[in-house]
C-alpha cells in the first residue's frame, strides 16, 4: 500500500477522533442496517466496544504499513472471536461494516474526498480479508 495512502488514512482518522461522537455514530449506521448486525450485538457494552474498535483501527493501520511482520496477535484473536466458532459473522455483515464505515467518515471528516473515502476502503480491507480468510480457523485449509 502506498505510503500516500496510509498518510491520508491516518490523518482522516486523527480528524474522525476528534469528533467525540465518531463511534457513536458509526454504530448507529450500522446497527440499523440489519436486524442480522443488531440481533449480535444484543447484550453489548457499548462504552467498551467502541474503545475496542478504536484499538483495532489502529492495528489495522499498522497491519497495512507493514504487511510482511505477517498477522498480528490481536487480529488473530478478533479473527478467532468472529469466526465460525464464535460470532460466526459471515461474509455479507462485513459489506454492511465497510459502508456503515465509511458513511460515518462521510459525515465526520469535515475535508472528506474520494480520496479520503478510498484510502479508508484500502486499509479497512487488509482487515476485512484477514477476519473472512481466517472464518473457519486459522489452522485448517492449509495442509497442501
Ligand atoms: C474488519 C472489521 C471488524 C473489526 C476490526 C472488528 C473488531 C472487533 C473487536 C476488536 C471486537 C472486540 C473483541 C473483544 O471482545 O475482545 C469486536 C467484537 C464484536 N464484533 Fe467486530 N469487528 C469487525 C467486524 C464485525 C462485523 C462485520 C460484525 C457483524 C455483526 C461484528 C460484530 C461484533 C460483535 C457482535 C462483537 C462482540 C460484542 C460483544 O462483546 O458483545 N464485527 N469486533
Known amino acids: 500500500m502506498s505510503p500516500i495512502t496510509l498518510a491520508v488514512f491516518e490523518a482522516s482518522l ?3 477522533e476528534a469528533r467525540p461522537d465518531f463511534f457513536d455514530v458509526f454504530y448507529e449506521k450500522f446497527l440499523s442496517s ?5 440481533g449480535k450485538f444484543a447484550g453489548t457494552d457499548f462504552a467498551r466496544q467502541k474503545e475496542l ?4 483501527l489502529h492495528h489495522l493501520l499498522l497491519v497495512a504499513r507493514d504487511p510482511k511482520q505477517g498477522p498480528d496477535p490481536y487480529l488473530e484473536e478478533v479473527a478467532v472471536r468472529h469466526g465460525a466458532g464464535g460470532l460466526a459473522i ?3 455483515m462485513y459489506d454492511l461494516w465497510l459502508d456503515s464505515l465509511l458513511e460515518t467518515v462521510r459525515t465526520c471528516d469535515p475535508e472528506f474526498s474520494r480520496d479520503i473515502e478510498g484510502a479508508w476502503e484500502e486499509v479497512m480491507m487488509v482487515g476485512i480479508h484477514y477476519l473472512c480468510a481466517n472464518y473457519e480457523g486459522r489452522h485448517k485449509g492449509h495442509k497442501g
Open 34 to 38: 440489519s436486524p442480522e448486525v443488531a
Open 90 to 92: 459471515g461474509a455479507h
Open 53 to 56: 474498535l478504536r484499538t483495532s
Open 14 to 16: 486523527m480528524r474522525c
